[in-house]
């Protein structure tokens, strides 16, 4: 899931801006929300934030994700978080600052790192669900 998005907008996104850090199509709604001048409901939880920050080429701007589950249709196979990508299935773990193609897995040297990714994929399975709908993932009066 390593896809180029390409903006433009003239005089509001800098020619050449470009960053590394990880977003995803869920942010476009809060991100087009805040830039209409609108608030996003805060009656439900959204999955997307505000990426108008990154877009725009503001030094030091971070992702609003700190985590994140990679799905395959309704079945989580990866999660992230920071450089670190640990594949479910094969227990598998990669540094993504310095392996971007996922070619040396170090999860053996790594146990920590693993232990604490697995237990975020076991958080998701009461919210969007692992394997098949969770329970609150359709969230309709959340």
């Not at 701007?61 to 990508?85: M, N, T």
């Not at 790594?110 to 609150?136: C, M, Q, S």
């Amino acid at each position: 899931m390593r896809e180029p998005t390409i903006t433009w907008w003239p005089g509001r996104i800098p020619a050449g801006t470009a960053t590394d850090e990880i977003t995803g199509m869920m942010d476009l709604l809060p991100t087009l929300v805040k830039l209409a001048g609108g608030t996003v409901p805060a009656d439900r939880k959204l999955d997307g934030g505000d990426i108008w920050p990154l877009l725009c080429g503001e030094n030091g701007a971070k992702s609003p994700h700190d985590l994140f589950y990679y799905y395959r249709g309704l079945k989580l196979e990866a999660v992230r978080s920071g450089p670190w990508k640990l594949h479910l299935a094969k227990n598998e773990l990669y540094n993504l600052r310095s392996d971007i193609g996922e070619s040396r897995d170090v999860a053996d040297a790594n146990a920590d790192v693993v232990k604490r990714l697995r237990a975020l994929a076991d958080a998701a399975e009461d919210d969007l669900g692992t394997d098949g709908i969770g329970p609150a993932a359709v969230r309709w009066d959340a």
